[in-house]
């Protein structure tokens, strides 16, 4: 049973979950990033330069004579991942470029510490008050 509680640390581990958490958002931002490319960008893109569609521009080789199919290499989806990539490679950098202010920030003007509660009186203190309190009283 030892691995099996060996993979049970590592897999609650803090970094193994904030990794995982980091995919699926990744992924999911992967997705958001596809549509703005493919839906936003490059249909104005594509009708600027003439009515381009750039998921469909392809260079045709030969046919094959064996099966009759035809090969197509399709630069035009190149682009579109190109694109994407530069666009979440940008996106990664404004995100680690505000982690980056925000640290230099709270390093310079760092949280005040949290006020220290004074320490109860000693007994040789609570004494000194009571002969104080004594001799006041004048007994």
Do not use: C, H
């Not at 590592?10 to 958490?21: E, H």
């Not at 090969?71 to 505000?98: C, D, H, P, S, W």
């Amino acid at each position: 049973m030892g691995i099996v509680k060996e993979f049970r640390d590592f897999a609650m581990k803090g970094n193994v979950i904030d990794l995982a958490v980091g995919i699926i958002i990744g992924a999911a931002f992967g997705k958001i990033v596809s549509s703005l490319v493919d839906d936003v960008l490059m249909p104005p893109l594509g009708w600027i330069i003439g009515s381009v569609d750039f998921s469909k521009l392809s260079i045709a080789l030969p046919v094959s004579k064996a099966d009759g199919k035809a090969v197509e290499i399709m630069y035009g989806r190149f682009i579109n991942a190109t694109i994407q990539f530069i666009l979440v490679a940008f996106a990664v950098f404004l995100l680690v470029k505000a982690i980056n202010t925000a640290r230099k920030r709270l390093e310079q003007n760092p949280p005040p510490p949290p006020p220290v509660p004074p320490a109860p009186p000693s007994k040789q203190e609570l004494l000194l008050g009571e002969i104080r309190d004594l001799l006041k009283s004048g007994r």
